[in-house]
């Protein structure tokens, strides 16, 4: 088959649509290509001549009839897009074939009627993309134990009856103003919250309990530890710092009458629990960023994994378009008319980086730079996941600047 995929970004608020197709042909060699632009589909026409130097077509303005007829065409595809868009005919720019890859941008008509110059709002609007919801697994008085992801050792002191259960507030807030009265003393200025012992506090995709709820063979194994661990098979759990105790979703489950399950779920939850908290926690932060507004500017944000106590890892993200319509071909491409499937995705760039240097600081010092802390295994399965995601970009598109492209979910 002449094309292998086609991935398509959709902007209906800038009119435009990306264009990024994968072929079967090297194109280096001696070949000619007559791309289409029609109202509702593209058409790809592919000659192999190896006679006459290579000619790419521009536009549907450009014609190769005086070299062609309709008959020697080696191979034609067409791609319908009018289930999604209408296309401006002879709107074509950017065009770009390297390899065995095409790319192209292209101009498209309102959706909601008008045309290019104006277009007629829709009165009620919703956002395609919203974070999921959290559901909390522990109900205040009920008898829990919390025991171990990896190999269900009991981690806390017998059963637990939680007294109260509450959402924490976003860690990039001034934590003086969640209060309606000074908690500093002195010159002191830094509030620092500090859990009652049956208190259950969460937020993103980890809980901070009091260490006393906690095993006492547990506590003495990680008395000297940074990162808390099971004591059992040395599994990742959470974090330790001076008042409590932060586990992670994904590394404890919460056990109740001999049924095990994750303390905190979501909405559209993925296979994999690491990588569903992972989603969770950007799509999250993306939302605290907003406050609330639907355009804004770009967000960026950092994934923090604590490895020990002098050594951690950081994700880079930034974020390019939080509510992007992508399109795909729903199935292997067998035929020469292609079928396409539309998803709301968060196309990003992201960076890896297995140390403190000058770009993290100068992310971590920015104001505007929103961040937090990840689990071991988030963090790891995370970066994995948006590395298959990256490979939906053809190759020449995947890096820029040291970053690589990706999509949250596609």
């Known amino acids: 088959m002449l094309i292998k995929s086609v991935l398509m970004e959709l902007r209906s608020r800038l009119r435009s649509c990306n264009v990024y197709i994968t072929t079967g042909v090297d194109f280096t060699k001696e070949c000619n290509l007559k791309i289409s632009i029609k109202s509702n589909r593209i058409i790809l026409n592919y000659y192999n001549d190896y006679k006459s130097s290579r000619r790419d077509s521009l536009s549907s303005i450009e014609s190769l009839s005086d070299c062609y007829s309709e008959d020697e065409f080696e191979a034609t595809t067409i791609i319908p897009i009018v289930e999604f868009c209408q296309i401006i005919p002879n709107s074509m720019s950017c065009l770009k074939i390297d390899k065995n890859t095409i790319?192209?941008?292209?101009?498209?008509?309102?959706?909601?009627?008008?045309?290019?110059?104006?277009?007629?709002?829709?009165?009620?609007?919703?956002?395609?993309v919203k974070s999921s919801d959290v559901k909390v697994n522990v109900r205040v008085g009920d008898a829990v134990k919390i025991i171990c992801s990896n190999c269900s050792n009991l981690i806390s002191d017998g059963c637990v009856k939680f007294e109260r259960i509450l959402e924490l507030p976003s860690n990039n807030m001034d934590m003086s103003e969640w209060f309606c009265h000074g908690h500093s003393h002195g010159s002191q200025t830094e509030?620092?919250?500090?859990?009652?012992?049956?208190?259950?506090?969460?937020?993103?995709?980890?809980?901070?309990?009091n260490p006393s709820v906690l095993s006492e063979k547990t506590n003495k194994f990680n008395s000297k530890r940074a990162v808390y661990h099971c004591n059992r098979c040395l599994a990742w759990l959470g974090l330790k710092n001076k008042d409590n105790i932060k586990l992670f979703n994904s590394e404890v489950k919460i056990q109740q009458n001999d049924t095990e399950q994750l303390a905190l779920t979501f909405k559209n939850q993925l296979a994999s629990v690491h990588v569903s908290d992972f989603v969770h926690t950007i799509e999250c932060m993306m939302k605290e960023f907003n406050l609330g507004l639907q355009f804004t500017i770009m967000c960026k944000i950092v994934l923090e994994c604590t490895i020990s106590v002098i050594k951690k890892q950081y994700l880079l993200i930034w974020v390019m378009d939080k509510e992007l319509q992508v399109l795909r071909n729903k199935d292997q491409i067998v035929t020469d008319k292609i079928e396409l499937q539309s998803n709301i995705a968060t196309k990003i760039l992201f960076k890896i980086e297995l140390e403190l240097n000058d770009e993290v600081e100068s992310w971590l010092s920015d104001p505007s730079v929103v961040s937090t802390d990840i689990s071991k295994n988030m963090f790891h399965q995370g970066v994995e996941h948006l590395q298959q995601m990256s490979l939906k970009v053809p190759e020449t598109f995947r890096n820029t600047n040291g970053y690589s492209v990706s999509y949250l979910k596609i």
């Open 103 to 128: 790319s192209f941008r292209i101009l498209t008509e309102p959706t909601n009627g008008g045309n290019f110059y104006k277009e007629f709002i829709s009165e009620n609007l919703e956002d395609s």
């Open 191 to 209: 509030v620092v919250l500090k859990s009652n012992k049956l208190d259950f506090l969460h937020r993103l995709t980890y809980f901070a309990i």
